[in-house]
């Protein structure tokens, strides 16, 4: 079992990174529903979209002449082109999330990927544990992020991850993930298991995070050897569950995980048994994605 010092050093990470903000966030709502929250600087600038969105103290909420999915994905595509001019948003990505009431429902709009923090919207990820059984001994990759990332470059990062985009299922998300970043072909991959889900939310420089991960555990060979095919990883590290524990703990220097990871290798290691389940550490692997 993995000593208190390293928990402790985990649990303070986790508490500071995912306290919350404070800030009043407006929420963007469609049919009734909150489908993103957004704060007042981003309220403002929201409402000088007027032919686009309401901007009300309660609320913003899209004209009544868009009240279909596709009208709305078009004017926000407009709306998400002009913020990143501004330099408001992430670098482009040219791919859309479905925003919905729940994974996999009818979307009440698409808005290009750089613009979901933005707008505060609800994303989903598949990230997958790297798992290798060394005689009884369980090892797991990390791979390292390329400076070039425009969110989390240089940092630390489960073997496999990626945001499930409009149209895509979660099967298809870890298929094609796990070949664009550690080589591993579809046969492989579809061995990945699911194991449950983490739900992040905290509020960035660049707008509110709320993702919900599926989690994957995939054990692979001992000889195995990731290799990044789209150049977004530059390169992967093996460490036993103690080392990984300290790798999550850490919060400072070269050798920082993302926060989403973070919180994917916590809920592993609790699984595992390497650190105890106690109710402050499942807390946080069980928290909702709401704000």
């Not at 600038?45 to 901007?55: K, M, P, Q």
């Not at 002449?65 to 040219?94: C, F, K, M, P």
């Not at 791919?95 to 290009?112: D, K, Q, T």
């Amino acid at each position: 079992m993995i000593e208190g010092v390293i928990v402790t050093a985990i649990r303070a990470r986790l508490t500071s990174a995912l306290a919350p903000s404070g800030e009043r966030l407006r929420p963007l709502r469609v049919d009734g529903h909150a489908a993103g929250w957004v704060n007042a600087d981003r309220a403002s600038r929201l409402a000088a979209f007027d032919d686009i969105f309401r901007v009300d103290d309660d609320a913003i909420r899209f004209v009544p002449s868009l009240s279909q999915a596709a009208a709305r994905t078009e004017a926000l595509d407009n709306v998400a082109r002009t913020l990143a001019a501004e330099g408001a948003l992430t670098a482009w990505r040219n791919e859309h999330y479905a925003v919905a009431s729940e994974f996999g429902a009818p979307p009440w709009f698409l808005l290009e990927r750089a613009a979901a923090r933005y707008f505060g919207v609800h994303t989903y990820a598949a990230h997958v544990n790297g798992l290798v059984d060394e005689g009884g001994r369980v090892l797991m990759w990390f791979a390292r992020r390329s400076e070039t990332k425009s969110i989390d470059p240089g940092m630390l990062d489960n073997l496999v991850g990626g945001g499930i985009p409009a149209g895509h299922g979660i099967a298809e998300t870890v298929a094609r993930e796990s070949w664009e970043e550690a080589g591993i072909d579809a046969a492989v991959a579809s061995h990945a298991r699911r194991t449950g889900i983490v739900d992040v939310c905290r509020a960035r420089g660049d707008g509110l995070q709320r993702e919900t991960v599926f989690i994957h555990d995939l054990t692979l060979p001992r000889d195995f050897a990731p290799a990044g095919q789209d150049g977004e990883v530059v390169g992967h590290r093996l460490a036993d569950l103690k080392g990984a524990a300290r790798l999550i703990a850490n919060d400072e220097g070269a050798d920082v995980v993302t926060l989403d990871a973070s919180l994917v290798v916590l809920d592993c290691l609790m699984r595992h048994g390497a650190i105890a389940a106690d109710p402050s550490l499942r807390a946080f692997t069980t928290r909702s994605a709401a704000p």
